[in-house]
């Protein structure tokens, strides 16, 4: 694969991978995401509802560690999970973790990777790891890494163990790589550990660059561990160092402001989990990005109430939430419970009796299946049902809102107006 740059501002860049696929035929653009998939397939999905989504990415996200368990069943089929999986026309990428499943800490040593599947612990060493990727025959794959540094109390010896680690398993890999015939045309994504330590991040980023990897991996920066400013920080200046001719990945940066921000700080693709995440909540994506629009009233940010707006905002007396402190958790009217700690501002949660005689698509204007076939009222009554066509309906709306989110970062930072996105982006967060 080759990534051509055709504009740099202020970090962010914008081009295209050309090369990809088995034959060389498909390209991805940048900055982009991937199509995130748990056990090789879309949740929810099967391949004719997905084929109604637009603006699907060319490269699909497996994760080892939901595939793992299934390597005896993939080496006995011999042809890899693309096939098994009906994916063959798409490009594989295959990270080592699932990017919204917490991975324990405190069992990686100098000698072996540990990940989470269904049925528990794996151990992998290099030999392990790439008897596990030649099963299932991915296009690009993240190189084993001890990336738990950041959830191992930050030290800098920890810091450093975790580089050391992950170089000494990148050489053994690459060694590997070399005298395997079934991987032979398959590109390692190297991956950038160091946890919040500068110097570590650096070191490591210099050193991954040294080998011949096809793209870089900024780990480690999923989750709470650190502030956004530190972690935008540290991407900035791993960005840096890195060549400007190779792809960066990051992986659990979901939420679209934060997304803008890892753009502008030199991140090329990320996964597609968010909307996976915003599905499993109940909730549905009901956020601007034109650009072109005034930030003051983009998205329902008006005087009047937006979509989006708090629940304490919008109901009246006779609907408001039942709180627990902490746990900002609603009951409905159905008596289900609502968890709003992890709901942004960037959805609205259809489990709220408030949509029950809402018959206006999820997001006016947007074109999606659900939005065009079907209403709030009807994805509540499926979520108070728990129909299982709720969760189809809702993430065929959230991919295709957050891939034409993308799409319109992409247009934006080709019309020099990337910071104007921010603004309409940001206005709606809180």
Not at 77 to 105: H, R, W
Not at 201 to 208: C, F, G
Request: charged content about 25%; proline content about 5%.
């Amino acid at each position: 694969m080759k990534l051509s740059l055709s504009k740099v501002a202020n970090g962010a860049r914008l081009g295209v991978i050309n090369g990809l696929g088995r034959n060389g035929d498909k390209v991805l653009e940048v900055p982009g995401c991937l199509l995130y998939t748990r056990t090789g397939s879309p949740p929810h999905l099967t391949h004719d509802t997905l084929r109604t989504i637009e603006g699907i990415p060319p490269v699909t996200h497996i994760t080892l560690s939901t595939l793992a368990e299934h390597q005896e069943v993939l080496e006995e089929f011999k042809e890899g999970i693309a096939k098994f999986a009906g994916m063959s026309d798409t490009v594989l990428y295959c990270s080592i973790n699932d990017p919204t499943t917490p991975q324990p800490a405190g069992y990686n040593t100098n000698k072996t990777v540990s990940l989470w599947g269904s049925g528990g612990r794996v151990e992998l060493t290099p030999q392990k790891f790439m008897s596990a990727q030649r099963a299932i025959r991915p296009d690009w794959f993240q190189c084993l890494s001890d990336g738990e540094s950041m959830t191992a109390g930050n030290s800098k010896k920890r810091a450093k163990k975790s580089v050391d680690r992950s170089l000494a398993f990148l050489d053994e890999c690459l060694q590997l790589l070399a005298k395997d015939e079934v991987l032979g045309q398959s590109v390692v994504i190297g991956a950038i550990e160091g946890g919040d330590q500068l110097d570590e991040r650096l070191r490591s980023a210099r050193e991954t660059a040294k080998r011949p990897v096809g793209g870089f991996l900024m780990d480690g920066f999923q989750g709470d561990s650190m502030s956004h400013e530190t972690k935008l920080s540290l991407i900035s200046s791993v960005t840096a160092v890195l060549p400007e001719d190779k792809p960066r990945f990051i992986h659990g940066v979901g939420r679209p402001d934060e997304l803008l921000d890892c753009i502008e700080s030199g991140v090329d693709l990320f996964d597609s989990s968010f909307p996976y995440e915003v599905t499993e909540r109940g909730c549905a994506l009901s956020f601007s990005h034109d650009y072109r629009t005034d930030p003051e009233t983009a998205g329902g940010v008006q005087k009047t109430q937006p979509d989006n707006a708090p629940i304490s905002d919008v109901l009246d007396k006779n609907e408001s939430p039942e709180t627990d402190g902490n746990q900002k958790t609603e009951t409905s009217a159905e008596g289900e419970g609502i968890d709003r700690s992890s709901i942004t501002s960037f959805e609205i949660c259809l489990k709220e009796k408030r949509f029950r005689e809402d018959f206006r698509p999820l997001l006016p204007g947007c074109g999606c299946y659900c939005c065009r076939n079907h209403s709030r009222a009807y994805v509540h009554h499926l979520l108070m049902s728990k129909e299982l066509l709720a969760g189809i309906l809702l993430v065929i709306h959230n991919f295709q809102h957050y891939f034409s989110f993308l799409q319109s970062a992409r247009a934006a930072l080709r019309d020099g107006q990337l910071s104007r996105l921010k603004e309409v982006v940001r206005g709606q967060a809180s």
